[in-house]
């Protein structure tokens, strides 16, 4: 395993300060080639935002993303873009969340609106919109997201779309149209192994 491998790796194991601290030497790596440095880049910010560090990662996805955008790398800038957009999400603003998946959207049309693409900036429209109360536009957004991801093979994206419309459906009052989402969403996520996915629909559907 590589040690860009490594340094995710303890991230998804929850091992945040560890992550940080192994993309940051990777950064300060004299051997390690721009676009590689700008991996570990990618990867501090999640290490970063999961954190609660939330203006370092704003910083570094801001940066990484002016980067792309000056190099004419559109696929690279909307990456950037999706991920400040997440940070701003955590961070608790909404309203900066929503300015950066909107702007996401335009690079994604640019590039040819590939569906995984689509099917994941929609979710994050619908998710954010639900929380701004914005309910017509987060049940399209949703539904969008929810098309868009049934055309890929990502059943990650098909699961949170399944799950985001049961949330909707909730936040209306239709405890019963909830379920069905969730029980779908839930079914999706078992087949393909994703605890993390199965827990939380779990605590939904069956809640203490």
């Known amino acids: 395993m590589g040690a860009l491998e490594e340094a995710w790796t303890l991230f998804t194991e929850d091992r945040y300060a560890e992550a940080e601290q192994a993309f ?4 300060q790596d004299e ?3 721009e ?11 999640y290490a970063l935002a999961f ?6 990662a704003r910083e570094l996805y ?7 955008s000056c190099q004419g790398d559109g696929g690279a800038e909307h990456r950037a873009l999706h991920q400040l957009g997440m940070v701003e999400r955590m961070a608790g603003d909404w309203l900066a969340a929503q300015h950066c998946f909107e702007e996401e959207a335009q690079l994604i049309q640019a590039l040819g609106a ?8 929609a979710y994050e429209q619908g998710w954010v919109a639900l929380h701004l109360n914005q309910m017509e536009r987060s049940r399209l957004w949703l539904g969008r997201s929810l ?8 059943h990650v994206a098909v699961g949170c779309a399944l799950r985001g419309l049961g949330d909707w459906e909730q936040r209306q009052g239709d405890e019963r149209q909830a379920a069905k989402y969730w029980m779908a969403a839930l079914q999706v996520f078992e087949a393909i192994g994703n605890v993390q996915g199965v827990s939380g629909l779990q605590l939904r559907l069956f809640p203490p």
């Open 24 to 27: 940051r030497q990777l950064i």
């Open 31 to 33: 051997f390690w080639s």
């Open 35 to 45: 676009a590689e440095c700008d991996q570990a880049r990618f990867g501090l910010g």
């Open 51 to 56: 954190s609660d560090q939330f203006s370092e």
């Open 62 to 68: 801001l940066q990484l993303r002016h980067k792309a």
């Open 114 to 121: 590939p569906d995984l693409s689509v099917a994941i900036n």
């Open 147 to 154: 098309e868009h991801a049934r055309k890929t093979a990502d």
